[in-house]
């Protein structure tokens, strides 16, 4: 399997004939860190202490906040970006929903999670970014609506 050159991209690129290879739940876990690395890159920026940070890198990154960004985002998907939500909607995992997480909740993550995964390996990386953006601020925009109730 030959292997493509990024061009000097930190994480390297893959053919489309090699992105097929993954399976919903590899690219979850991928995903999953995708996330959480922009979330975290973005919460850098803004100069808090590193207790701040964390604490609020945790909102962003659970079962609950995913399922959300999956329900505030589904409208603009593609139909493939659509298929690949619903082959991690439907990926069983060997494992059950962590503590405190609903089972719909977990499994709604896991979709989002594995379209991450999906447009990174794909070498979608504009329109992984302008998901995740919209997703991050749609998430921002619900908390402050909720503390100012």
Known sequence: MEKETSGGTL???????ESTQFG?????????TLQDLFVRAKLLMRGQKVGEMHK???????AKA???MLEVLSPEFTQEEADVVRRGRNAQAKHHAPK?????DYTHATALETLW??????NQQERLTE????????????WQEQTSR
Not at 117 to 122: A, M, R, S, W
């Open 11 to 17: 994480f390297g690129t893959w053919n489309g004939a």
């Open 24 to 32: 919903p739940l590899q690219l979850a876990y991928l995903g999953d």
């Open 56 to 62: 609020e890198a945790v909102r962003f990154v659970n």
């Open 66 to 68: 995913q399922a959300r």
């Open 100 to 104: 405190g997480t609903s089972p719909a």
């Open 117 to 122: 995964g999906y447009l990174f390996v794909t």
């Open 131 to 142: 998901l995740m953006e919209k997703a991050v601020m749609e998430m921002e925009e619900t």
